[in-house]
């Protein structure tokens, strides 16, 4: 090989890793590999809704960078301001990257103040910060009328909302003052989960009633107002609100020329490649056309499937395989229901003509599972 190939990797999430690791693993020394990531820790984020009921505290979670280091990977901690494909180069706040191979994996940015009203009368568990505000809300609550939200789509963890419901309600339960509490859940979808089919949107919404969680679909949010939120034309009264923000594809992505659909970049879903040839893009950032016209739900499970697929594929034009592997559309999502107790979904969502999808009921043993797998994401990649 006359000159060493330089990738560069956007973001320093789960794909972002997957993809700097492997990478490094596959091609040592024939390649320069760097990972450009703005935050000086992670969060693994599927945590933050045990954070928010009191389960976790932020360094159980949090990790910084320095394993990739020590894997001889190049970390640059700036925020990306550019990215100019046809130079093959990325402006950053602390100067220019040249690649001759990019990832994308940028993810997806929240934007509170896409809905109409003070947003601070509002929270989320989206991120660190807004999941303790959360967590010492409610610490304090003594009861009255909780709502859960979603203010649009597409939003990250399809999952999210309904856990942040089943797990609130496990916590007043174990406070004793579920009994004094009216949850009700809102979102625009037609069921929960749509895009697995009507068979797991029957099933969380029948975990929803067990627990007497008030469910409301084909519901959209208009706006905020201190102690209310405006639904389907109502003015809907609440002690407790949790608004799943608007998400929207990141600044420097937008304004890339690499987007597609909603500002999200397309690319090719078994090679996860966009245009030009030597651009790829995973995770929350990327848009993926499905075949029952929904898009594949931006979650962490696809992220890492999809780093797989492209490091590998990346690696072998690099070595001169011209064959690739393909990103098949399998994932799995554990579904957190309170008290100790989780589900599992699990399919094929490149399926046709609408994505497989089995649901495994809230149990003990898929809790555990999950707990597992979070031990071992912050062990094995961190």
Not at 109 to 137: C, K, M, N, Q
Not at 149 to 165: D, F, G, Q, V
Not at 243 to 271: E, K, N, Y
Request: glycine share 10%; net charge neutral; charged share 20%.
């Amino acid at each position: 090989m006359s000159e060493l190939q330089r990738v560069l990797v956007l973001g320093g999430g789960i794909g972002g890793q997957v993809a700097a690791t492997r990478l490094k693993q596959k091609l040592g020394r024939d390649a320069r590999v760097t990972l450009v990531e703005r935050s000086e820790s992670f969060v693994f984020a599927p945590s933050l809704l045990w954070l928010m009921v009191g389960k976790r505290k932020p360094p159980t979670i949090s990790r910084d960078y320095s394993a990739f280091s020590r894997r001889g990977i190049e970390v640059v901690h700036a925020t990306v301001t550019a990215i100019d494909t046809a130079a093959s180069a990325v402006e950053t706040e602390t100067g220019r990257l040249e690649y001759d191979y990019l990832v994308v994996a940028l993810g997806a940015a929240l934007d509170p103040d896409r809905i109409p009203g003070p947003a601070e009368h509002t929270h989320h568990p989206y991120d660190l910060a807004s999941a303790e505000r959360l967590r010492d809300t409610l610490a304090g609550f003594e009861g009255g009328h909780v709502t859960v939200a979603i203010a649009s789509l597409p939003y990250k963890c399809p999952a999210a909302p309904y856990e942040t419901a089943m797990l609130i309600d496990g916590y007043l339960r174990e406070r004793g003052i579920r009994g004094k509490t009216r949850i009700a859940l809102y979102t625009p979808e037609p069921l929960p989960l749509p895009v697995a089919g009507p068979v797991a949107g029957h099933s969380v919404a029948a975990e929803l009633a067990r627990r007497d969680i008030s469910f409301h679909p084909r519901s959209q949010l208009e706006g905020v107002e201190p102690g209310a939120l405006r639904i389907g034309g109502e003015t809907l009264a609440h002690d407790l609100a949790v608004v799943i923000p608007p998400h929207r594809p990141p600044d420097v992505v937008a304004r890339s020329g690499l987007g597609g659909p909603g500002g999200w970049i397309a690319v090719d879903r078994s090679t996860l490649r966009a245009r030009p040839g030597n651009v790829y893009s995973i995770g929350d950032n990327t848009a993926i056309p499905l075949e029952n016209g929904m898009m594949l739900p931006k979650a962490g499970v696809f992220a890492h499937g999809e780093a797989e697929v492209v490091a590998e594929n990346i690696a072998r034009r690099i070595t001169g395989d011209l064959r690739e592997e393909a990103f098949d559309g399998h994932g799995t999502c554990f579904l957190e229901a309170g008290r100790g107790k989780a589900g599992l979904a699990s399919g094929n969502f490149f399926a046709s003509p609408a994505p497989e999808v089995s649901m495994h009921r809230p149990g003990r043993s898929w809790h555990a599972a999950k707990i597992a797998f979070e031990q071992y994401w912050l062990r094995r990649w961190l």
